[in-house]
């Protein structure tokens, strides 16, 4: 999988160019222990609190600019709106990010190919049973 040390000082170098600061991040010994025995139940709990957190941040934000989501998402793809290297720390963050989801993915289907790689079934004809007392062709 992709470094993901990488990926995290790209978004810490991103969060810089932005003037965002992110505090130390802190993780017990026993969140690093239950993540090498596999357990990764704290580490998702964890995720879904924050996207949760931004989700409400991003409607306040919606409501703050009196914009939509499109038209912040069109703001946000304008490099004319941003400084040159933040511009480029912008593109370096969605170019790990592609890959490092692209490998997860890989990773989670190799892990489970019944999830990935289901089969389709066909549907069968169905054939009508005849009525009580008819006779068939």
């Known amino acids: 999988m992709a470094d993901e040390g990488g990926l995290e000082k790209t978004l810490l170098d991103l969060l810089r160019q932005f003037d965002v600061d992110v505090g130390p991040i802190e993780e017990s010994e026993e969140e690093r222990a239950s993540l090498r025995h596999g357990d990764y139940s ?9 996207l949760s957190d931004l989700n409400a941040r991003e409607e306040e934000i919606l409501k703050e600019t009196n914009m939509t989501r499109r038209e912040i998402e069109d703001y946000a793809e304008n490099p004319d709106n941003f400084t040159p290297e933040q511009w ?25 190919p019944q999830a990935g790689g289901k089969k389709v079934l066909k549907k069968r004809k169905h054939r009508p049973v005849p009525k009580k007392g008819w006779i068939s062709l």
């Open 42 to 50: 704290s580490l998702i709990n964890k995720a879904e609190q924050k």
């Open 88 to 112: 480029a720390a912008l593109g370096r963050f969605k170019q790990q990010m592609a890959t490092f989801r692209q490998e997860t993915d890989a990773a989670l289907n190799k892990a489970s």
